[in-house]
Nanobody, 123 residues
Framework: QVQLVESGGGLVQAGESLRLSCAAS????????MGWYRQAPGKQRELVAQ???????DYADSVKGRFTASRDNAKNTAYLQMNSLKPEDTAVYYC?????????????????WGQGTRVTVSS
């Protein structure tokens, strides 16, 4: 069974940094695009950053210049380096990935989501 597991969230003060990790595991053939989303209380989930399998990145305007997405394809792991954090960055952060793998022996390509990791930025 393929799964994504995030880690690295926590409580920090404004201006500080955090690094999130998202590790894919299971019967994986390839990991295609990976994305980071966040959902603040009372708000819809929004795309924060995405990175293709060859490392091309795109960011939401609100995090450009502060957040950096990267990945280690050998480890099937994506990272989100978050600098100069602001209180408005407070949210649960989710990892998403399009993964080609095997489920119950059957080849599938589909999106997977992690369980989320909470980031709280105090002012």
């Amino acid at each position: 069974q393929v799964q994504l597991v995030e880690s690295g969230g926590g409580l920090v003060q404004a201006g500080e940094s955090l690094r999130l990790s998202c590790a894919a595991s299971g019967s994986i053939i390839s990991v295609n695009a990976m994305g980071w989303y966040r959902q603040a209380p009372g708000k819809q989930r929004e795309l924060v950053a995405q990175i293709t399998s060859v490392g091309s990145t795109d960011y939401a305007d609100s995090v450009k210049g502060r957040f950096t997405a990267s990945r280690d394809n050998a480890k099937n792991t994506a990272y989100l380096q978050m600098n100069s954090l602001k209180p408005e960055d407070t949210a649960v952060y989710y990892c998403n990935a399009e993964i080609a793998g095997r489920e119950l022996g059957i080849f599938v390509v589909r999106d997977y989501w992690g369980q989320g990791t909470r980031v709280t930025v105090s002012s």
